[in-house]
């Protein structure tokens, strides 16, 4: 089983729609968490980073952490043609020490149709 | 402003060749890591360096070497590339956790 699961779509929505994206997780110690947006060819883009649980804001995009389920997950509101893109999430353990490597979900791929 | 660049950003090489892919930020960052991704499949850490003159594998086994003389500067070298080589090579940088990406360079090995 893989530390970090990721259902990979793809995901088909309307322009306007609610997207939500989710990835669960079975370590524990995980604390930081992570959200990017990779288009066709390019590099990931970090789009939302979180600390322990809760939820962050940033414009169109709510990140949301719940530790007691081992499931973080995140919003798009009002979703865009240009929204469509692959979304990993990726994190790593507090107790890693200098270890600086994450765990990465495999991404879903998004299309926003217009 | 602060970036961080990879050369070239395609390649098209034939069987047996020496390359070298290039990745510089100039971020001050000290950490610095290579991922190899296929499209449409996972990343796949091949190398990281957390300063200079330091350079560790990573879970994806790769025929590939890289080294860490500058802190701003870390190249990956294929000595002898082969087809299996083909696929997106991508470099990335961190001061803490979350990572910061190149472009990439898309390599085709004939």
């Known amino acids: 089983q893989k530390e970090v699961e990721q259902d990979p779509g793809p995901l088909s929505v309307p322009e306007g729609a609610i997207v939500s994206l989710n990835c669960t997780y079975s370590n524990s110690a995980f604390q930081y968490f992570m959200w990017y947006r990779q288009y066709s060819r390019k590099g990931p883009e970090l789009l939302m980073y979180?600390?322990s649980s809760g939820n962050k804001e940033d414009g169109r995009f709510t990140a949301q952490v719940d530790k007691s389920s081992k499931y973080i997950s995140l919003f798009i509101r009002d979703s865009q043609p240009s929204d469509s893109a692959t979304y990993l999430c990726?994190?790593?353990?507090?107790?890693?020490?200098?270890?600086?490597?994450?765990?990465w979900g495999l991404g879903t791929s998004l299309a926003v149709n217009p | 402003e602060a970036d961080i660049y990879q050369t070239p950003r395609y390649l098209v090489i034939g069987t047996g060749k020496k390359i070298t892919l290039e990745c510089s930020q100039t971020m001050g960052h000290d950490k610095m890591y290579w991922y190899q991704q296929d499209p449409g499949m996972e990343l796949h850490l091949i190398h990281y360096s957390y300063g200079v003159n330091s350079t560790e594998k990573g879970d994806l086994s790769s025929e590939s070497t890289v080294s860490r003389i500058r802190t701003e500067h870390f190249p990956l070298t294929l000595e002898s590339a082969r087809p299996s080589h083909t696929s997106q090579y991508l470099c990335?940088?961190?001061?803490?956790?979350?990572?910061?990406f190149g472009p990439g360079t898309r390599l085709t090995v004939t």
């Open positions: 990726a994190m790593r353990d507090y107790n890693a020490g200098n270890n600086r490597k994450l765990i």
């Open positions: 990335a940088s961190s001061a803490a956790y979350e990572q910061y």
């Open positions: 979180t600390y």
